[in-house]
């Protein structure tokens, strides 16, 4: 959206970002129009911000175990004076953040079964290893080979994240110092 890309610039907090996305949208298309978006803001150290209005949760992927950054708001453009929600996020050095539209979940196989999410955690919980290109390769393989001949009806859209800074810096302690 637009809007949101024109806001970014600022340097707001999240939570402002969104609702100044959320009131622009509102005054500005007809009620049946809104968005789900993830945003948010991270900091060398590892912490991050997020922020869900009501899109898939953020995945988190700590060695094989992921973990689920669930919505916390309605879409963007639904409700005037929405709240949101800001998660906060610690990832390590290797950790992932993985996040995908819901044309990927919502994605059929000729027999009209849903990829859903449950696959989507199975995918990247196996290949967390691999190279965030290589993980995306690999899980776009395999919407494809799910998919087979079926037609595609939404856009599909993955955002894969690695950590690769140091860890956390050591707490400093001040040591006295004797005469």
Known sequence: NASFRSLVGLGLPVLELLDRTNRLLLDSTIPSHYATLVCGR???TGEMEL???GHLPALVVRGGRVDRIASGG???GMLAGQSYEVERVHLDPGDI???CTDGVTEARSGDQTEYGVERVVSIISE???HKPRDLADTFLSDL???RSRAH??????ILVLRRTGPSRPAARVDHPTFP
Not at 152 to 157: I, L, S, W
């Open 51 to 53: 922020c869900n209005a």
């Open 74 to 76: 309605l879409p963007v």
């Open 97 to 99: 953040l993985f996040l």
């Open 127 to 129: 290949y967390h290893a």
């Open 144 to 146: 494809d080979a799910f």
């Open 42 to 44: 991270a900091w060398s």
């Open 152 to 157: 595609q009806h939404d856009a599909v859209t």
